[in-house]
């Protein structure tokens, strides 16, 4: 029997814990994730959000354990993205007198075009209130954190911010909260969350702080991952900091190679960067998925690439990074294209133009070598660091 979690007086979570998720559209979850869902009970009943298809019956089973599912009478969909409103349908057949409150116009689109015509839909704008008795809901569009139609509830009465994505992280755990937990198992997952779903939205992230910096928080109830409630300062001052697009002086050296000489000048580099004094990570993509990478990347100002050429082109492990890096789209960062060849430099030229279209500056020509080094490669990547760390 599945139990509902009482996380304030009269106010419930009820989501499913997806302990085996392994991969989430590109991002590896090596912790699985949840599905939060909420459920506040005062004079009306509201869920807020629901959870993937999979998951509903774990859902409505959880609901059960404090009230009829029928006496829902408000489900609040902050997000259409079907990890939040797979189960929609399966709610709304046992909640038959809902009405679903949804973000005015991308939201209540994104529903439709999921879930047809049949849903009583009342939509929201920003600053709109819903009575619940002792509670008042009040509704935050977000857009783009992480689609067109996010938005975040407040309730001010428990002084809970249910954030849907912000400050989500995929994390499966029988805990529900951040100090339950501990905070560097719960900050490092909220920013392996950050770097592989939120980075490219950093304005719109900002705008998101913004429009709640003034709201007194108690807890962040987001739909991935713990809640927070002791650490709400520190994982509000983290998103500020990753939504300026400031990274650190610290390096970040990917790449690729067939017979060592790429692999001997990404470590030539790496170890420019240390006699610098600027912090490095050394990754092999082949031993290094591209979303923990990112993770990386999200602290890290300077990103160096190496590639050989491989049948006319850079190596597609090395071409699958970029292309994920470039989605992220990083802010501020400066790069180095860098590679061996056999008799045409393909390879570091293509690395250098996908970092291009990234829009990272890249301040040296890209540095390359023929066929094996003789320790003359390895001298040209710490002098183009040298140059790269004086940006
Ligand atoms: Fe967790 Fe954008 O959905």
Known sequence: MLEAIE???D???????????????????????????????D???????????PFADDLLERVRSVVDPARIDYIVSNHGEPDHSGALPRVVAAAPNARVVVGAGKGEEILRAYYGDGLDLMSVKT???????ERTLTFVQTPMVHWPDNMVTYDAFDKVLFSNDAFGQHLATSKRFDDEVGLPEVLLQAKKYYANIVMPYSRQV???LDAVEGLDLAMIAPSHGVIWRSHVGDILREYAGWCANEPDEAAVVVYDSMWHTTEAMAKAAAEAFVERGVPVRLLDVKRNHISDIMTEVLDAKYIAVGSPTLNNSMMPTVAEFLCY???????????LAFGSYGWAPVGPNEVAAQLEAA?????????????????????AMAEAVAALAQV
């Open 7 to 9: 996380i304030v007086p």
């Open 11 to 41: 106010v419930y979570w009820v989501g499913g814990i997806d302990w085996n998720e392994r991969y989430f559209h590109g991002y590896t979850t090596e912790r699985g994730s949840t599905y939060n869902a909420y459920l506040i009970v």
């Open 43 to 53: 004079e009306k009943v509201a869920l807020i959000d629901t959870c993937k298809v």
């Open 127 to 133: 600053g709109d209130e819903l009575v619940l008795g």
């Open 206 to 208: 900002r705008k998101a």
């Open 325 to 335: 890096f470039k989605g992220l789209a990083p802010k501020g960062r400066v790069g």
């Open 359 to 379: 829009k990272v500056a890249q301040p040296v020509e890209p540095v390359t070598r023929q066929w094996g080094d003789d320790g003359t490669a390895q001298v």
